[in-house]
């Protein structure tokens, strides 16, 4: 497993549970000399900044893309999969490809969060998941061309309502047959839905691809209650490699929650 730590920077998320807003230049020399092994961005759209500015700052700072986030197409212009008005609906699948076109060159995965949207109203569950299963098949396809997986996060019940749990997501990625789809398993989110987070983790199984790793109260990982052994060993018994990726708040300041991230995460994975 690898260490990741967020960096973002899109304004409407200034107060959002991401550990750097810093320039990216400066985020990824914190990054860097913290000893994370990738950042994880979120930029406020696919044409935000040059591919190729990415690319140099990679090679300056020997730091690859964790995974690049699409939660400004919800922050930003509202957009959202399962929206009942379907021109809302493809501009927000218009905007998810633009930015897997961003990442794919980067070999960065993006991630599906806020964008997946809600039922309700005139939209039955049925029909949202429906179109989402829909999104997701194309956005698969993309993800594929590229040869990187797509991250779709369960998020709590207080930010969507479609799926919450990682398990009831991963039966339901599986039902579908999507292809290229895997599942970020955000520890905050898990704390509030999971019966047991262990056991969320075993019954994500290998479609677990990404991990935002945060305490229970979504401070750095050792800042709350949540206990990181059971749950970094569950991960080891799935055969999971892949980022445990800080997407936390900044508190009690973005150095110090950054250098409790990796020490955690430097003590579980040892
Ligand atoms: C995004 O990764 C996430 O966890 C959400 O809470 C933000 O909408
Ligand atoms: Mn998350």
Redesign the pocket.
Known sequence: MKSAVTLCRVAEAAA??FVFHDPLDAGFEKAATLGFDAVELFLPGPDAVEISEIQALQDRHGLPIAAV?T?AG?VKHGLSLTDPDPGKRAAALEFILAMIDFGGPLKAPA?L??MQGKWGGDVSRDQALGWLADALRTIGAASGKHDVPFIY?P??RY?TNLLNRVGDAAEWVRSESLDHIVL?A?M??MNIEETDLAEAMRAGGDLVGHV?YADSNRHAMGFGHTDPAPLVAALKEIGYRGYLSA?IFPLPDAEAAAAQTIQSIKSQIS
Do not use: A, T, V
Request: a negative charge.
């Open positions: 959002g549970p986030g939660g919800m991630i969060g806020s996060e998020l709590n930010e970020l955000d905050f989110h935002h997407e």
